[in-house]
């Protein structure tokens, strides 16, 4: 089988949304171009889980499989391009030859990704957090603070705050 005829990619612009919490996402994705974001809304503040910039993947990968409502949204923060994987193409994927080993590696890059977010939410401090962001995340520097501070656990007066300190450490 082919799986070429069966890819399409969506245009979502800065500030639409991807899919909302409690949707039923039909699909999962990877960013093409540009850059989304993945949050949950707790007592009316935004806490923003991760960032998908081009090549990444994209989704409520549980609310997909399950067919049960997404626990988070997902909002582009500039123009962006994702590549949608539906029911259809997961099923082509796992047809092919390499597509079981595709899925894994997909699979296994998310559970890593929120293992990774998670430890570091309990280990390290806000400015460790920052200093592996801007080390890891060259491509993420010019995204809005307020984004940034609530992806880090910190208020946005406080990651200016923390940005200052660093700096004068620099100096």
């Given at each position: 089988m082919r799986i070429?005829?069966?890819?399409?990619?969506?245009?979502?612009?800065?500030?639409?949304?991807l899919f909302r919490e409690n949707d039923i996402c039909e699909f999962v994705g990877i960013t093409l171009k540009g850059c989304l974001r993945t949050f949950l809304i707790k007592g009316g503040k935004e806490f923003t889980l991760f960032f998908h910039p081009k090549h990444r993947p994209v989704g409520d990968y549980e609310s997909?499989?399950?067919?049960?409502?997404?626990c988070f949204s997902c909002q582009a923060i500039e123009d962006s391009e994702v590549l949608i994987v539906n029911h259809q193409v997961l099923s082509a994927f796992e047809e092919l030859p390499d597509g079981q080993k595709f899925l894994r590696l997909h699979a296994e890059y998310l559970a890593f990704m929120l293992r990774d977010k998670l430890?570091?939410?309990?280990?390290?401090?806000?400015?460790?957090?920052?200093?592996?962001?801007?080390?890891?995340?060259?491509?993420?520097?010019?995204?809005?603070?307020?984004?940034?501070a609530s992806y880090l656990g910190i208020e946005p007066e406080s990651l200016s705050r923390l940005k200052r300190r660093i700096y004068q450490k620099k100096s």
């Amino acid at each position: 089988m082919r799986i070429e005829p069966l890819l399409k990619s969506k245009t979502i612009y800065k500030g639409e949304f991807l899919f909302r919490e409690n949707d039923i996402c039909e699909f999962v994705g990877i960013t093409l171009k540009g850059c989304l974001r993945t949050f949950l809304i707790k007592g009316g503040k935004e806490f923003t889980l991760f960032f998908h910039p081009k090549h990444r993947p994209v989704g409520d990968y549980e609310s997909f499989r399950k067919q049960k409502p997404a626990c988070f949204s997902c909002q582009a923060i500039e123009d962006s391009e994702v590549l949608i994987v539906n029911h259809q193409v997961l099923s082509a994927f796992e047809e092919l030859p390499d597509g079981q080993k595709f899925l894994r590696l997909h699979a296994e890059y998310l559970a890593f990704m929120l293992r990774d977010k998670l430890l570091s939410l309990f280990r390290d401090s806000p400015e460790q957090r920052y200093l592996d962001f801007v080390q890891t995340e060259p491509e993420l520097q010019g995204i809005p603070q307020y984004y940034l501070a609530s992806y880090l656990g910190i208020e946005p007066e406080s990651l200016s705050r923390l940005k200052r300190r660093i700096y004068q450490k620099k100096s």
